[in-house]
């Protein structure tokens, strides 16, 4: 009996609970329940909840989270619904090309984005410069405008895939019959179009909300004294240090249950308004005049550029002429870019060292939990599912404070190591990893497996044999995503990271935080490019673009 | 080799897939397991493949239990409804994946492969691959890799369901041939009647996961033991008749149906009783005249007909308020009828199968 279930898959079934018990439940648990103790004598308390709810600075702080995020999120709409529009339904010069570029801003790290605005419209702006030699005065970019910008630029593609991938879903049929029943085009695209279009966008927004809530970098860099949440919580950690984690604890849980209520949100309002069809004539592309099509093609040009154009800024610094915080746009200089590989390559070892770990470990654990979820469906298996999918409620900041008090002392002391990171990072990422992979599986047949057994393999060497080597693409994919994002993670790192073990992302955070954009452009270029490259890899070899993938 | 099935029960949550089987197929024969989708029929077979593990019962090869045998040391060859052929892997290393499993030589690999491709006419294609191939070749390389192994037992799960009607026909005629020739006891399942009979040693069929009836195709074609038999097994015109008689001396009842008598061979039965009887709409005949036939004359009227060529088969009210449905075979042009026509038919009294008495 004991023999029976004691096979592989039932062990790798109860280390991924271990792991997932050990770095992600216990942690939070911990810095829950210190949310509830005094700093000074430990004992039940509700003081770090009341003071959030009574001193005006945290109420500011929550409001603030809410404000930013909620405009991030009405911008990202108001561009990326005509975009999705847009590109699914209208012939546009260069299209395929504007698509992919313009999925580009979701995997470029935002921190980025916020240096390249301050470098253009910051106190000492490139842009803000030239205005003012001409005598004009332009808006400051620090404080929420600069944030909602930053945001609503880097976060609008995700509505912009959501609406077209949900467009491109919907039989042509469809709306075909609802004409020939007698419907205006007005009147289709009213009654059939947007409702069925409805819970992407919902879906869309609710994503663009999610991500600038939890948002460190942008905050940090471009709001200066606009505080919020996700700042604030690393704020109280750093000074708590060694003492109760109350009031860092109180402001996570905060956190966690906005992001919490916003995947309800679209776990039970949207999934369940959600048509799944599977189209087999997507709706006609329809060629239009050229002067619409010139207007609607410069409306998803500009919207493109403006998202890019910080990167290039940063690219263009790392080879300009720096003198701290001075920078002499026009005149070439490798120094900085000589500087981050000569001088301090460390950082940048770092980053590729620990995203490279990190990856490898969330593909063999990715490959092995999809394995579980898709084809040993159970009671077992469906809360392993959930479990894997929690951390993306958790806000990035939010880890790193749990997982930094929870191991800091006691048995385990992961607390001052390169493993820390690589845990936090493998818990964040690793969904990337069984999402791809899992997908890919749901499509290879139970009988591929069934019939390799049935001709003498056993069932592990048939999965190895048989179903791996299909799985590849979806199994790299899902890599290359965990890699990139973990090599522009900033979040959990700046928690987590000490002396020897900065990486990129934190090196960079510290040179803009002392103006030295230079360096700190240096180092952005390094991350960008490195970002990129396994991007075009993903995109032409094997065919993947990130709207299948994210 | 033969296959034994002893109370083999095997449930999902509350549905009962499979409720206290048995059967017993014998060495090279051709059996299937025929029954709507969802009766149980192909949880059976991955039972006996050692996919499905059964809460209860056993499965025997010959005198082996196999139940507790992994489904990789069974020995059994299965044809998947969709082929499960490996993309990524040409006709020949599909054929061959099963033999290099056994750690066969490289000589004799070759040697096998080549045989059992001959023996679907794939020898050309051995260097393609799945997605090159048309569906009936696909068809025929998962049958080839399932043979070439040399199971005991071939285990076939609705391999023609995705083939267009000509093909099918084509194709089961051929597996049909290849099994008689290797002599290979075959379990098949299907929801097709008409390919079951033409294909079949013996057919089980299966309704909510229970065996209604087992017999060879005439049997239960003709001798169907239940409605749910008759019913799935071809077009049957039921009707209710109340026993108003008994001719012991030519072993008669006489009944009656809706008022209208009517004779039939069967049993003795007492008056008063109700019979549930079968009629297949081949076995009913046109008469031309009142005075055609001396019993079973009926008067009717077609309601609708439709003609295929070298068959039309009306669909009749008769006995006030039934629906017939009658085939006439080798239809003459100008005896067809059209709606609203009066129509006279018959049949013999020794034709009508009693499905039920009470």
Not at chain 1, 197 to 219: K, M, R
Not at chain 1, 526 to 545: R, S
Not at chain 2, 180 to 198: C, N
Request: a positive charge; hydrophobic letters at 45%.
């Amino acid at each position: 009996m004991i023999r029976r279930y004691l096979n592989v898959w039932n062990i790798i079934l109860l280390s991924a609970f271990v792991v997932l018990f050990l770095f992600v439940l216990y942690p939070m648990f911990y810095i829950f329940q210190a949310s509830f103790l005094t700093p000074e004598t430990s004992q039940f308390s509700l003081e770090s909840y009341q003071k959030i709810l009574s001193k005006p600075f945290y109420l500011r702080c929550l409001r603030n989270s809410l404000w930013v995020s909620a405009l991030a999120m009405i911008f990202s709409l108001a561009v990326g619904i005509p975009f999705g529009f847009f590109t699914a339904r209208f012939h546009l010069p260069g299209k395929s090309i504007l698509k992919t570029l313009a999925t580009l801003p979701l995997i470029l790290p935002t921190f980025i984005g916020a240096e390249a605005w301050i470098l253009l419209l910051g106190r000492k702006g490139l842009l803000t410069q030239l205005f003012h030699q001409i005598g004009l005065s332009t808006p400051t970019i620090y404080g929420w405008p600069g944030i909602v910008l930053v945001f609503t630029l880097q976060f609008f593609p995700y509505v912009f895939m959501m609406v077209s991938a949900s467009i491109n879903s919907i039989d042509r049929s469809l709306e075909e019959s609802a004409r020939n029943l007698g419907a205006s085009s007005w009147r289709v695209f009213r009654t059939v179009t947007l409702p069925l279009v409805t819970p992407a966008i919902f879906g869309g927004a609710l994503i663009v909300f999610y991500l600038s809530i939890e948002n460190f970098g942008v905050p940090t860099l471009i709001g200066e004294d606009y505080k919020v949440l996700a700042v604030q919580a690393y704020n109280e950690f750093i000074s708590e240090m060694g003492g109760n984690p109350s009031m860092a604890g109180a402001l996570s849980m905060v956190l966690v249950s906005i992001t919490l209520t916003i995947t309800i949100l679209q776990k039970y309002w949207v999934e369940r308004r959600s048509y799944a069809m599977s189209s087999l004539r997507p709706p006609e592309i329809r060629r239009l005049k050229p002067l619409p099509t010139f207007l609607i093609w410069s409306f998803c040009a500009f919207f493109v550029f403006l998202s890019l154009f910080p990167f290039l800024v940063v690219i263009v610094s790392s080879v300009t002429k720096t003198q701290g915080p001075v920078m002499y746009f026009g005149q070439f200089s490798l120094k900085n870019l000589a500087n981050a590989f000569q001088v301090a390559p460390r950082p940048i070892f770092n980053s590729f060292f620990l995203a490279t770990v990190t990856t490898l470990i969330g593909m063999v654990f990715g490959l092995a939990v999809s394995y579980l979820v898709v084809r040993r469906r159970g009671p077992a298996t469906y809360l392993l599912d959930l479990l894997v999918l929690f951390p993306l409620i958790i806000a990035g900041t939010v880890l790193g404070i749990a997982l930094a008090v929870t191991y800091n002392k006691g048995r385990i002391v992961l607390t001052g190591t390169w493993m820390i990171l690589v845990l936090a990072y493998f818990i964040r990422k690793v969904p990337f990893s069984i999402k791809t992979t899992s997908s890919i599986l749901q499509q290879i047949d139970v009988s591929m497996e069934e019939a390799s057994i049935n001709l003498g393999v056993p069932p592990l060497r048939s999965f190895l044999k048989v179903i791996v080597p299909l799985m590849l693409p979806g199994i790299a994919a899902g890599g290359i995503i965990m890699w990139v994002t973990t090599l522009a993670e900033l979040s959990s790192t700046i928690v987590l990271y000490y002396g020897p073990w900065t990486t990129m992302t934190v090196q960079i955070f510290q040179y803009i935080g002392s103006g030295d954009f230079g360096p700190a452009s240096a180092y952005g270029t390094v991350l960008i490019i490195a970002v990129l490259i396994p991007l075009f890899i993903l995109n032409k070899i094997l065919g993947k673009d990130l709207s299948t993938t994210l | 080799m033969q296959v034994l099935i002893k109370e083999i029960t095997k449930s999902y949550g509350s549905l009962k897939a499979i409720d206290r089987v048995s059967l017993s197929i014998e060495g090279g024969e051709f059996f299937t397991l025929l029954g709507p989708s969802g009766c149980g029929k192909t949880t059976l077979l991955r039972v006996i493949a050692g996919f499905a593990v059964p809460d209860g019962g056993e499965v025997f090869f010959e005198k082996e239990r196999i139940d507790p045998i992994p489904p990789h040391k069974r020995e059994t060859g299965m044809v998947f409804q969709n082929y499960a052929l490996f993309p990524q892997m040409s006709v020949f290393d599909n054929v061959a994946y099963g033999l290099r499993a056994r750690k066969m030589g490289k000589e004799e690999i070759q040697s096998r492969v080549s045989e059992v491709l001959m023996n679907v006419q794939l020898e050309n294609l051995a260097h393609r691959y799945p997605n090159q191939l048309s569906g009936g070749q696909q068809q025929r390389v998962a049958l080839a890799r399932a043979l070439v192994i040399r199971p005991k037992v071939l285990l076939m799960d609705e391999p023609l369901s995705n083939l267009d009607a000509r093909l099918r026909v084509s194709m089961r005629e051929e597996i049909r041939r290849i099994q008689k020739r290797l002599g290979i006891t075959t379990v098949y399942v299907t929801h097709d009647q008409e390919e079951a009979m033409a294909i079949s040693d013996r057919i089980a069929i299966f309704n909510a996961g229970q065996v209604q009836q087992i017999g060879t195709p005439s049997e239960i074609y003709f001798q169907p033991k239940s409605r749910f038999v008759a019913e799935f097994t071809g077009i049957s015109n039921l009707l209710n008749i109340t026993v108003s008689g008994y001719d012991r001396e030519r072993s008669l009842i006489e009944g009656e149906i809706n008022g209208e008598p009517l004779r039939m061979k069967g049993a003795e039965t007492s008056p008063g009783n109700d019979l549930l009887i079968l009629l297949r709409p081949e076995w009913i005949k046109i008469a031309r005249s009142e005075t055609d036939t001396p019993i079973n004359l009926f008067r009717g009227k077609v309601v609708s007909s439709s003609f295929t060529g070298s068959m039309v088969r009306y669909q009749i009210e008769a006995f006030r308020n039934h629906l017939l449905t009658i085939e006439v075979q080798d239809p003459h042009e100008d005896e067809l009828k059209k709606a609203g026509d009066p129509m006279l038919f018959w049949f013999k009294a020794d034709r009508p199968v009693i499905l039920m008495q009470s």
